[in-house]
């Protein structure tokens, strides 16, 4: 089956799953399985921030990333990935928003991240059909 991710999602499941101390066998897995197109695009971003950042920019935002042979257990794996990262995301936006509410404003990184937030539970569900 094809999965399709944009650039910036694929990028928070990696960078997740890379993060974890100890990465359950399924995390590791797809890790493993997905590894290399990670490294690739991990090392292409890293030129294009430096060299051209609104290259960068268009390349995390407007591009994706396809898996054209994914398993379901891939897909069921990289929900449960999803929605622990939306899960960490609430506790963040909740935090910003409190803080937000004493000092009377609302940051442009709390509107950034909700709007990550969203697309997220999107890619999950659409992850959660597939699977």
């Keep these: 089956m094809e999965l399709r991710f944009t650039v910036w999602q694929f990028v928070r499941l990696m960078v997740h799953i890379e ?43 407007d591009q994706e990333v396809v898996i054209q042979d994914a398993t379901p257990d891939q897909a069921h794996t990289a929900q449960q990935a999803i929605d622990e990262i939306m899960t960490i995301m609430d506790r963040a936006i909740k935090a910003d928003e409190e803080v937000g509410a004493k000092e009377g404003q609302d940051p442009e990184h709390l509107q950034n991240l909700k709007f990550e937030r969203r697309e997220l539970r999107q890619l999950s569900r659409k992850l959660g059909r597939v699977a």
């Design 19 to 61: 993060e974890l101390a100890n990465p359950s066998k399924p995390f590791a897995a797809l890790f493993a399985g997905w590894g290399d197109i990670w490294r690739t695009l991990d090392t292409e971003l890293a030129e294009q921030a430096e060299r051209d950042f609104e290259a960068y920019s268009e390349l995390m935002m």
